[in-house]
């Protein structure tokens, strides 16, 4: 997805490189001994793990996906310390210190540059500094993150978590995708790149209970397409399927369809990629040498990932699998292996040929809008279904006011941005996807990297660069933004401006090349208005 709101799911990515070989232990100590002083670790095991998955998609690449190259995709490996180690890029980053001319065992070229935040997980980006570029974290501070998230919320089941080895190097394949799907980009369209879309992943109903169960049941039907092995059957269960699905988007917004169809296609195929490597067949696992190395490969197992596919779709009965339109990995994932089965050479210049995984598979298919969904509905016990999908929306909800109730409360005051004439629908949020929603507020817990404020016609925008995290809460009726802070904000030694005024009642306003520049955040614009409350300061930007 484009715009400002990035969904960074829990997934890691990669680059290509050379074949492993033996390294000098002198040179590994050098580099260990230069991060040092920036708190950054980096070992052997790690570079293994990049490298092995290389060379994995080197042996196999072509049997799983081909015509896929991604030899030239460089990394970043990201670190909490916001120091990163940019590999294999053409570009030399604003501040980087040259690391190593080449990186033990993977060959490359390395910089070490600064990064405004920290980034958990991973995400490809379509163009960081003129190229399709992968951002990840080594294995182990992913999971110490979650480690340290399991301590903050005080839960067993994050403190004991490890993820295992091939898991994390199939999502690695994953992101890998995600650069050759950029590189097909005048192709493979967006939402956005149509026409602008007002409504993100974040949008979607998914604590509506008839569209949580129109849902499952596509799920279920979606899962005995799969184990069925009669090609009429089938054909009789995809419309089924077809007529759930139809239901259920007459419930949804134009754009939250599309962007259902993007996600599709783009994160079902890259999935597909990821589950070749998270259950791997004895075949493929037999194939690493060097990644015996590393510990972690002491829990790699040979897998089903069909069986892993089955899972996926009875998980879609839980309301929560529908939170930032997660499901569409395994709707998605699920057509792609159909289509493994019906049409074996359907790979071959998809993205070209295709808009939607949902009319590819039995394509010439009658469409019969008078099937009767009472009858599918009965077929899957749909009151059974519906009965525990209300029960577990109302525990949702009761978890999200607790949660409100306690980042409200929070001690601090509070700094509320607006802009007038700008609605919610033209306030753009790039932050990671952990939520609160409880009447018209959003909470982005993990605070934002960015949120804008963007105007059409006149066109106009303001960006809010955010140094520190802080809950962000957005309400989504008058599209406000605000955080809690204890401490103070010296407004005045923060902004540069032409000319300012005082307004009165602690009001001034400020105007002319006004750039906003402090140790929680920044931004610029032409005029803005700060008032001084007893509860905080508010910042509207008028221009």
């Known amino acids: 997805m484009k715009g400002f709101l990035r969904v960074f799911s829990l997934v890691l990515f990669f680059v290509s490189f050379s074949s492993y070989s033996p390294c000098s232990a002198q040179e590994i100590e050098r580099i260990q001994k ?22 994995f998609w080197n042996r196999f690449g072509e049997e799983i996906w081909p015509g896929v ?32 001319e080449k990186l033990p065992v993977i060959g490359k070229p390395a910089l070490l540059y600064p990064d405004r935040t920290f980034m958990n997980g991973a995400m490809c980006s379509p163009n960081f500094e003129g190229t399709p570029t992968v951002f990840f974290n080594t294995l182990d501070t992913y999971n110490d993150f979650v480690h340290n ?23 690695i394949l994953h992101e890998l995708f995600h650069s050759f799907q950029y590189r097909e980009q005048k192709f493979l369209r967006s939402p956005s790149d149509q026409t602008p879309t007002k409504l993100t992943k974040i949008d979607y109903p998914y604590l509506d209970a ?19 092995d009669d090609k009429d059957e089938a054909r009789e269960l995809w419309q089924d399927f077809l007529q759930v699905r139809v239901e259920r988007r007459k419930r949804l917004p134009k754009d939250v369809i599309r962007i259902e169809q993007y996600l599709e296609m783009t994160e079902g195929t890259a999935q597909y990629i990821q589950y070749q490597l998270a259950y791997p067949s004895r075949r493929y696992l037999d194939s690493f040498t060097s990644l015996r190395r590393v510990p972690d490969f002491e829990t790699a197992a040979v897998g089903n990932p069909i069986e892993a596919v089955l899972k996926d779709l009875q998980s879609l009965q839980h309301p929560m699998k529908s939170y930032a339109m997660q499901y569409a990995y395994f709707t998605g994932i699920a057509q792609t292996y159909l289509l493994d089965r019906l049409l074996p050479h359907w790979k071959d210049q998809f993205f070209r040929k295709h808009g939607n995984l949902d009319q590819v598979i039995f394509n010439d298919l009658t469409f019969s809008e008078d099937r009767r969904l009472a009858k599918i509905k009965e077929r899957y016990n749909a009151d059974s279904i519906l009965e525990r999908v209300r029960k577990e929306i109302e525990t949702q909800k009761r978890k999200f006011r607790e949660a409100f109730q306690r980042h409200d409360s929070a001690k601090g005051k509070k700094l509320l941005f607006r802009a007038p004439g700008i609605g919610p629908e033209d306030v753009q949020i790039m932050a990671p996807v952990l939520l609160v929603e409880h009447e018209d507020f959003r909470i982005f817990e993990a605070g934002a990297t960015a949120i804008g404020f963007v105007r059409e016609n006149p066109k106009w925008s303001a960006v809010l660069n955010f140094k520190k995290s802080f809950p962000i809460f957005f309400n989504r009726k008058t599209g406000e933004v605000y955080f809690i802070f204890d401490g103070e904000l ?21 105007s002319g090349n006004v750039d906003f520049d402090s140790d929680l955040l920044s931004f610029k614009c032409q005029e803005l208005d700060v008032e001084k409350t007893l509860g905080g300061t508010i910042f509207s930007i008028i221009r």
């Open 69 to 100: 190259d991604i030899s030239q995709t460089p990394l970043v490996i990201v670190f909490p310390q916001k120091q990163n180690i940019l590999i294999g890029h053409p570009k030399s980053p604003k501040n980087s210190i040259h690391l190593a």
């Open 210 to 228: 008839e569209v949580d169960l129109l849902l499952a049941i596509e799920g279920l039907i979606l899962a005995d397409v799969l184990k069925t």
């Open 34 to 55: 230069f991060l040092e002083q920036y708190q950054i670790t980096i070992q052997e095991k790690d570079l293994i793990i990049i490298q092995e998955t290389y060379d």
């Open 149 to 171: 998230m399991g301590k903050e919320k005080n839960n067993p089941e994050l403190l004991k978590y490890r993820r295992p080895l091939m898991d994390y190097c199939g999502a």
């Open 490 to 510: 010296d407004v005045a030694s923060s902004i540069k401006c032409d000319g300012k005024n005082e307004a009165g009642a602690g009001r001034t306003i400020f």
